[in-house]
């Protein structure tokens, strides 16, 4: 059973949809929480990183950890078409810089 | 602030041959990671530097792998003999902030096709 699991997709919404994005995992040990966004040849691009349980908004983005259920999620309010890439979330342990990756999941923005 | 640099973007090689990727960390960053993502499969670690210490290689595939960073400046990633299972695509990210997490700031990737 792999660390973190995502699911891979492809997710396809209309324009201006409320996206919703998910990992699991099942090392309790995580601590740090990131989300990345991924477009075609690109390399990982941050968008949050948060660390406690709650939810954290930035913007059009808001995530969201339940450590509790090993759960996270990642909304996207009012999608674009230049939302569409490849999410990733990541995860690591206090105190390293080990991240562990979910798949990732392919969005597509439908204008 | 130049993001992380990887060269080059893309290397096509024979089985066998010998390949060399670069990474020039953020300026000022004194943490700097490979990762490698095979087809198919989630991005793994390969190592960690601390300037030019490694901290933590424990995701080196094999010993056909080796990482240097002299100067604690950029580092390189040679695969000697490259074998087919090596293709994919490798990404260098730095961070700055020591003794705890920080976001890593990751590069383009190179990506590796071995034939």
Known sequence: QKEVEQDPGPLSVPEGAIVSLNCTYSNSAF?????????????PE?????????????GRFTAQVDKSSKYISLFIRDSQPSDSATYLC?????????????????????? | EAGVTQFPSHSVIEKG??????????????????????????????????????????????????AERTGG?????????????DSGVYFCASSHLTGNNSPLHFGNGTRLTVT
């Open chain 1, 90 to 111: 990541a995860m690591s342990i206090t105190g390293t810089y080990k991240y562990i990756f979910g798949t990732g999941t392919r969005l597509k923005v439908l204008a």
């Open chain 1, 31 to 43: 601590q740090y929480f990131m989300w990345y966004r991924q477009y075609s040849r690109k390399g």
């Open chain 1, 46 to 58: 941050l968008l949050m990183y948060t660390y406690s349980s709650g939810n954290k908004e930035d």
């Open chain 2, 73 to 85: 400046t950029y580092s390189t990633l040679k695969v000697q003999p490259a074998e087919l299972e």
């Open chain 2, 17 to 66: 041959q010998t390949v060399t990727l670069r990474c020039d960390p953020i300026s000022g960053h004194d943490n700097l990671y490979w990762y490698r993502r095979v087809m198919g499969k989630e991005i793994k670690f390969l190592l960690h530097f601390v300037k030019e210490s490694k901290q933590d290689e424990s995701g080196m595939p094999n010993n056909r792998f080796l």
